[in-house]
């Protein structure tokens, strides 16, 4: 039998995770979170791409390429996209696949333009304020989710 394919998808900045701003982000790295994901999946027996993008169009054309790739679920991270894009919205309601989104810290602590989410009512769930666990949290629960079904 074929391992399911999931996908996490990193938005902008999310690439310089642990080097800036531990006060917000914490002190891992972005290899570090991916490694861990796909440790996770190794030993759920699925398989795993991690991808990142600081740009808008660049993270639409993932979103499209994960749905021709057969992708069963995406665990993203949309960054300050979360907040302004409709572009990726529009990617992620076209494609269908089910998706979990995930911030690291929790945005309603936060500014009050971070409240508002372009995603949260097309996710399967939210997950804000657990640091680089809500990553895990979020992978394994599309994980379980796919096996009930
Ligand atoms: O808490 C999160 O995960 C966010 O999605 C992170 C975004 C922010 O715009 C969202 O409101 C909440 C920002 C990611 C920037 O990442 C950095 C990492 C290290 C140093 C500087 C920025």
């Known amino acids: 039998m074929v391992a399911r394919l999931f996908w996490v998808l990193h938005g902008p900045n999310l690439n310089r995770l642990g080097l800036r701003e531990p006060e917000i982000y914490g002190s891992t790295t972005l290899e570090e979170i991916n490694r861990r994901l796909h440790a996770m999946a190794l030993a759920d027996g699925v398989e795993l791409d991690c991808h990142q993008h600081n ?27 979360t907040h302004t894009s409709i572009a990726m919205r529009d990617a992620l309601a076209a494609v269908a696949i089910p998706f979990v989104e995930v911030h690291i810290s929790n945005v309603h602590r936060r500014e009050p333009f971070r409240h508002q989410s372009y995603f949260s009512d097309l996710a399967e769930a939210v997950i804000c304020g657990l640091g680089p666990e809500g990553y895990e949290a979020g992978l394994k629960f599309l994980i379980r989710r796919g096996q009930k079904s």
């Open 55 to 81: 740009h808008e169009g660049g993270l639409v054309d993932l979103i499209h390429q994960a749905a021709a790739r057969g992708v069963h679920g995406i665990v993203i991270n949309p960054a300050a996209y």
